[in-house]
Each structure stands twice: as structure tokens, then as C-alpha cells.
């Protein structure tokens, strides 16, 4: 067996005796459900697996997950089909428009879940989409049944639906504990978008 060379650090890979997807539920009033999901994309990158994004109810303020995804290359694709999010103060569009929007994602990410062009696709904000009935919890549930069983799929959003909960793999909650915007203190680009 070959020794590392003295001053470095010998890592072995691991690789699952059987690849399986997993159903990865990330929830809570806490910052960081988005930026959890996008760390796993960073993963998959790292084993040369490809990842599809689509953001729920973000798509009308830039955020800089955006640009970052293109520099992983062909590796990743994000689409950013909301509005917003509904029910927000100051936010322009419909409830009807955003249900429209909503509608045309589940149907996206049905397509890249089935296409098999991907190892691991994120619903993000896929939760808040169904609390505020833009996604039937129905429509949800069709796709965990349908997920092919060797995608990863990753679930981000508060209040994720019992229903969710139950068929998840691996549920995380992110509580808030402190938040500078309870300080006044404006959202960092980099940080907070």
C-alpha cells in the first residue's frame, strides 16, 4: 500500500456498497435552508455528479447563488421561476400569478427528475410553496413517488407538511437564534443573498 507523501494527508473515498437516493427534507424559520441545499450542490460537484436547482419563490431579487452555479459549469443548472415570495409586503404580483409561476416549476421539476440527466435535484422553497397552497401537497407527493430511486432529492423551506416529514430520509430543522435584520442591520450580498 502506498504512503502518502510526509506533510499531506491520505483521504479515502467512500463509496456506498448500493448508491440510493435520499429524500432530503431542510426546514425551520432559521437562515441557511438555501444555502445548505447549495453546499450540497458544491458536493455533488466534487464527485462529478450533476445537479438541477429550482428555486420556488425567488426569481424577482438577484441573489448570488445565481452567478456561482455558472461557475461550476455544466455541472449544475438553476432556474429561478417565482415571483417573489406571495404574501410579502411590497410584493407586486397576484396571487394568481404566482400560483401560475408555481404551477409551471412543479411541472419543470417533474421533467428533470424524470429526464435522468441529473444525480441530485433541489425543490428550493418547494415548502412555502405548498403552505401557501401555490403547490398542492398532492403535487409533492407525486413526485417522491415517481423519483427515480437513485436521484437525490432536497426539499428547502419552512413549514415543511408532515406528510413531507414522514417520507424524508433525512429531516433538518434551522432554528434563528439571532438575526442581524432583527438589528437593522441590512441583507449582505454574499451572506444573506
Not at 441529473?118 to 422553497?125: A, G, K, R, S, T
Not at 407538511?161 to 432554528?175: F, G, K, L
Amino acid at each position: 500500500m502506498e504512503q502518502p507523501a510526509e506533510g499531506t494527508i491520505k483521504i479515502d473515498r467512500l463509496q456506498p456498497g448500493k448508491p440510493q437516493g435520499l429524500v432530503v427534507v431542510i426546514t425551520g424559520n432559521g437562515k441557511g435552508k438555501t444555502t445548505s441545499a447549495m453546499g450540497m450542490v458544491l458536493r455533488a460537484c466534487g464527485h462529478g455528479l450533476k445537479s438541477c436547482v429550482i428555486q420556488f419563490m425567488k426569481g424577482d431579487l438577484y441573489s448570488g447563488e445565481w452567478d456561482g452555479v455558472k461557475r461550476l459549469g455544466e455541472l449544475v443548472e438553476l432556474h429561478a421561476t417565482g415571483k417573489g415570495f406571495c404574501g410579502i409586503r411590497g410584493n407586486p404580483y397576484s396571487r394568481e400569478e404566482h400560483r401560475a409561476n408555481a404551477q409551471a416549476a412543479i411541472g419543470l421539476a417533474r421533467e428533470k427528475l424524470l429526464s435522468g440527466g441529473f444525480d441530485l435535484v433541489i425543490l428550493d422553497e418547494i415548502n412555502n410553496a405548498v403552505r401557501h397552497r401555490l403547490v398542492d401537497l398532492e403535487q409533492l407527493l407525486d413526485l417522491l413517488a415517481v423519483r427515480p430511486e437513485r436521484v437525490h432529492l432536497v426539499l428547502t423551506g419552512r413549514n415543511a407538511a408532515e406528510e413531507v416529514i414522514e417520507r424524508a430520509d433525512t429531516v433538518s430543522e434551522v432554528n434563528e437564534i439571532k438575526h442581524a435584520y432583527r438589528r437593522q442591520i441590512e441583507p449582505q450580498p454574499g451572506i444573506d443573498y
